[in-house]
């Protein structure tokens, strides 16, 4: 039986931007609420997350990567509001979004298709996200719909994205450990 790891890929959020979300995340800590925090420097745009996948599969995901990229130029994104899933009235996760982009919705697109040939379903209803906490249960819920409704239309910034990064993903106690397995550039 071959090795297999966690995974997914992904585009890493600028510094200067980091600080900004962590401002905002410091504004909902301080609300009691039973709320799992991302840790900041795990924060990432996930472009497709493949789950466990056999070694064997990396070269594969990278050749098709690799295919699509050269299609692709570097593109500005905004960092833009806040919201939930799957709603306001039933949060499950909080998150920080963006302003809709033509090219990241394009190049999502076409990695995906090219991830479909190698067997991974396609995504449903594809939302770019950041994702800044899961709550754990209803505990006042109702002052973090108030601060969701305060940061809903928070402009955080752009960037550019220049390139996009194979990760692997470990599980730990203390929440997930990233580390690169290959950056790809535009």
């Not at 600028?14 to 600080?19: E, V």
């Not at 070269?59 to 939930?84: M, Q, R, T, W, Y």
């Not at 449903?124 to 994702?131: A, E, F, V, W």
Request: aromatic share 8%.
């Amino acid at each position: 039986m071959s090795e297999s790891i966690r995974s997914f890929l992904a585009i890493d959020i600028d510094a200067d931007l980091l600080d900004k979300i962590k401002t905002v995340e410091d504004e909902f800590k301080k609300i009691d609420a039973n709320i799992k925090y991302v840790n900041i420097e795990n924060m990432h745009l996930t472009l497709k997350f493949f789950g466990n996948i056999d070694l064997n599969m990396i070269d594969k995901i990278s050749c098709s990567v690799k295919k699509v990229i050269n299609e692709h130029k570097p593109f500005k994104i905004n960092i833009k509001g806040l919201g939930a899933f799957p709603n306001t009235k039933q949060i499950k996760v909080i998150w920080i979004g963006l302003e809709e982009n033509k090219d990241l919705i394009k190049l999502q697109k076409n990695l995906d298709n090219e991830f479909n040939k190698l067997g991974f379903n396609l995504e449903r209803n594809y939302k770019s996200h950041l994702t800044i906490g899961r709550m754990k249960n209803g505990k006042n819920k109702n002052l973090i719909q108030d601060k969701i409704k305060e940061y809903e239309d928070y402009n955080i910034g752009s960037m550019t994205v220049k390139k996009i990064a194979l990760k692997k993903s470990t599980l730990t106690p203390q929440g997930p450990i990233y580390e690169n397995i290959e950056v790809f550039k535009l």
